[in-house]
């Protein structure tokens, strides 16, 4: 299981951070990553982070977002800074628990949170 917090609204040009507790030793194991959703688009990834470390970005966020992990609290976080309006979505924690590494394929992600709402204006 894995429940997201930290949306709101914010804006332009501030900062949020998103959190992701996992319920099982999932983080610093496989693929874990971010994504976000607006009303009538596919869901599309935002970050993602391997087993190594290795972090993977969608172009539109490069320099301003940033993904992380503490193993010891089995939790994920994206920091959001610069915040646009096109950042307005539903965002997603995911896991991909068959793999560890090419975290920055977005398809394949089989675990997902329930999503946090952004909102920046």
């Known amino acids: 299981q894995l429940v997201e917090s930290g949306g709101g609204s914010v804006q332009v040009g501030g900062s949020l951070r998103l959190s992701c507790v996992a319920s099982?030793?999932?983080?610093?194991?496989?693929?874990m990553g971010w994504f976000r959703q607006i009303p009538d688009k596919e869901r599309e990834g935002v970050a993602g982070?391997?087993?190594?470390?290795?972090?993977s970005y969608a172009d539109s966020v490069k320099g301003r977002f940033t993904i992380s992990v503490d193993k010891a609290k089995n939790t994920l976080y994206l920091q959001m800074n610069s915040l646009k309006p096109e950042d307005t979505a539903m965002y997603f924690c995911?896991?991909?628990?068959?793999?560890?590494?090419?975290?920055?394929?977005?398809?394949?992600?089989?675990?997902w949170g329930q999503g946090t709402q952004v909102t920046v204006s």
């Open positions: 099982v030793d999932t983080i610093g194991r496989y693929c």
């Open positions: 995911a896991a991909d628990v068959t793999r560890a590494y090419l975290c920055g394929s977005w398809s394949g992600y089989n675990y």
């Open positions: 982070i391997e087993s190594d470390g290795s972090t």
